[in-house]
């Protein structure tokens, strides 16, 4: 699933490649060559909205801004009409004709024009420094579980207006701590992308919490004020590491969880980390969950039955069928 850095490195082709440029034509039909090649998307372009009204609301207008909040971006068009807001949802993406594809885990786009399972496609042309620019940027999703929708006012309307705060803007650790109160497992309460925080999905949950020393089925209010410091740090530490190379995974550290959690599941044998610690998969709130148990073992404060509680419990905010919102 597209988490903040993948989300980010789209929002920053789209800023390089958009900005300024003026969408002269929109085409709404998937195209790519996929099994629903030719028709309107409307499980991906939401709210009943038909091809008609997207198009009218998005032909000659200019793109100002890229825009993201947590998971969500947002291209910011002039003149009075809605905003594009975009949600991934689990292999969605973002592709330019002729820019190099990102090569994000799991969800690849092929290099063909359009991409396969095109949902959306903006044409849009303008001059920037004086030479003229054609550009055509795609909405890419195989399994259709994100959305296209419109919204006049992005932040201060659902979604985006519920989300928690964004950790690469806003971020204090003492609003942070404040949601320490509960007995739902840390890395349920990171998912929840209403609370403590939002961006955070399950790679990066498991990444933050191996980077600070904390079981993810540790009750969040049986964390120290010192372990929810770490975690604060290490949340903060993923994602400017992440984004600083794109989402490129054969960028990030070689030392990280993410390269030896693909594939797994809870029961499956252990994989050493580079340092030789062993790595262990169980279920925490639903979510595969890798975690170092030598680095992470089982809190002392935490009783088993609490343990088996946290390998069942899915967070709210988690559940597919709410999926666009998060």
Known sequence: MP????????????????????????????????????KFDDKVIGEGMDEKRLVAALVNRTVLAARRRGKHMWLELSGNGPHLLLHFGMTGSLAVDGVERFKFQSFPVGELWPPRFTKLQLHLEGAVEGAGVETRLAFVDARRLGHILLRSNPTEEPPVSKLAADPLVDFPVDAFADFFRTSTPIKSLLLDQERAVCGVGNWVADEVLHMAGVHPAAPAKSL????????????????????????????????????????????????LLPNGSSVAFTAVGGRTTAYVPARQPFPKRTSPEQLRKAARKRPASCKVASAFSK
């Not at 794109?246 to 994989?271: E, T, V, Y």
């Open 3 to 38: 988490e903040l850095p993948e989300v980010e490195a789209m929002r920053g082709l789209a800023g390089r490649h958009c900005v300024n440029l003026t969408i002269v034509s929109v085409l709404p039909l998937e195209t790519g060559g996929g099994p629903r090649d030719g």
């Open 224 to 271: 120290t004020q010192q372990e929810i410091a770490a975690v604060h740090e290490a949340v903060m530490q993923v994602l400017r590491k992440a984004t600083a190379v794109d989402a490129d995974s054969s960028r990030f550290p070689k030392n990280w969880l993410f390269h030896s959690r693909w594939g797994q599941g809870p029961g499956a044998a252990a994989i």
